[in-house]
């Protein structure tokens, strides 16, 4: 998996709020991604989980006074200067206020302030407590230190008041997390990418499509996001959840595809098309269900608009990026592809390989480039063939 936390020194802090049994999942998560994570506990986190678990799972001892025994008197400012992301989560309000007021009174707040790595908090607390403007005065001074603040989730929370001030899903932190480790290179630039198949109505309950999971499409729309890229993300009928931060349109038809695009298209810099779409249509789709009667049946089709050629047309100073999936016949067909329809770069697949295509997790693809160079890409993750592209396109001239 693409992970920018792989061999990474990331300090986890966790304060005394009931959230902070999330944080043992998040330290997994982030072990998981590569980290090497060390953790940090203020005297009252103690009280909702023990050291023990974050030690165990850590694989590293667990910091929780200035004054412990051995070396750890000054483990504080060591893991300060070794860090590269120091995250709080959950941190309480008192400890927030603790931060915006340059107060070191114990080992997790005097490690904030040696700390120079990015940092990252994650509010949780009770709702009236978050709304208090001593709290969002606090969060703002923290802002203004140039740390990032992870929104708490509105909802239910254990204290039973309904409103902001949940721990969000550790799953989503690491997101965040990653938007901050990530390179910025799209900073600035906004990115369309379309995803999954099409449906063309044969009658009400039947329709014509393909298998596209959409997978590909939505790596590559998390990755944009995560190097900073403003990015919409259009995409046929597909099992899969918001990618986080991403504007997205759920569409079926390949007309609804084409005209949701085409309503986005005025301010987009890139256009990365992995769409599967349908290229021909049930010409008179039946009004009511088809019944089984006649030996045989027809279909007439027409062909569906084609979006990327529009793209092409209409390409101005994008950048557009086509994908291609051939059952044979790979390099001419994708090269073709490539001319008739104006692209700076397609990739393509050849379906029915092992571990490329469509539905699964991994990927085999070859960039072919408008000069006639074929770049082949060895089988990967599709989060890694995503930020592979990624890295290409950001090495394209910009207009
Ligand atoms: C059961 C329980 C749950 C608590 N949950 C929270 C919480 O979610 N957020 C918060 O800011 N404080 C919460 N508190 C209050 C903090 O524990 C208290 O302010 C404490 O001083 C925080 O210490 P610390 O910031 O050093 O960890 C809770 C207290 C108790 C007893």
Not at 22 to 38: I, M, N, Q
Not at 119 to 136: K, R
Not at 145 to 160: K, N, R, S, T, W
Request: include cysteine.
């Amino acid at each position: 998996m693409a992970s920018f936390f792989q061999d990474k020194n990331v300090t986890l802090g966790v304060t005394g709020g009931i959230a902070a049994y999330k944080s043992v999942e998040l330290l997994r998560l982030l072990t998981k991604a590569g980290a090497r994570v060390r953790v940090i506990m203020t005297e009252n986190a103690r009280w909702f989980v023990g050291p023990g678990t974050f030690q165990a799972l850590s694989g590293e001892p667990v910091c929780t006074s200035v004054f412990d025994e051995g070396d750890a008197a000054i483990r504080h400012i060591d893991w300060a200067q070794s860090t590269d992301l120091a995250v709080v989560a959950p941190a309480t309000a008192n400890c927030i206020g603790k931060l915006a007021g340059g107060i070191a009174d114990d080992a997790l707040s005097t490690y904030m302030l040696a700390v120079t790595a990015p940092v990252v908090i994650c509010p949780a607390m009770n709702t009236n407590m978050y709304a208090h403007p001593a709290v969002q005065r606090n969060l703002d001074i923290l802002r203004g230190y140039g740390h990032f603040i992870v929104e708490p989730d509105a909802g239910q929370l254990a204290c039973g008041t309904t409103g902001p001030g949940r721990l969000p899903d550790p799953a989503y932190i690491v997101e965040k997390l990653t938007a901050v480790m990530a390179p910025d290179d799209f900073a600035g630039r906004t990115i369309l990418v379309t995803a999954g198949p099409t449906r063309e109505a044969i009658d009400p309950v039947r329709f014509i499509s393909n298998p596209s999971s959409g997978k590909m499409g939505f790596a590559i729309a998390n990755a944009a996001r995560q190097r900073g890229a403003r990015v919409k993300l259009v995409c046929g009928p597909v099992a899969l959840a918001d990618p986080v931060d991403v504007e997205v349109h759920r569409v079926d038809s390949t007309r609804a595809m084409h005209d949701s695009v085409m309503s986005l298209l005025d301010d987009v810099d890139i256009v990365i098309k992995t769409a599967a779409v349908s290229d021909y249509r049930p010409a008179s789709p039946a009004v009511h269900k088809i019944k089984k009667t006649a030996d045989h049946l027809t279909l007439a089709l027409e062909k569906t608009t084609d979006i990327l050629r529009e793209i092409g047309q209409r390409k101005g100073a994008r950048l557009v990026i086509g994908f291609a999936a051939e059952t044979r016949d790979l390099q001419e067909n994708a090269a073709q592809k490539l001319r008739d329809k104006n692209l700076d770069l397609i990739v393509g697949n050849v379906i029915g390989e092992a571990g490329s295509g469509f539905a699964g997790d991994t990927n085999k693809v070859t960039l072919f480039y408008p000069d006639g160079k074929a770049e082949p890409l060895e089988m990967m993750g599709k989060e890694d063939v995503a930020h592979r592209l990624l890295d290409r396109i950001a090495a394209m001239p910009k207009p």
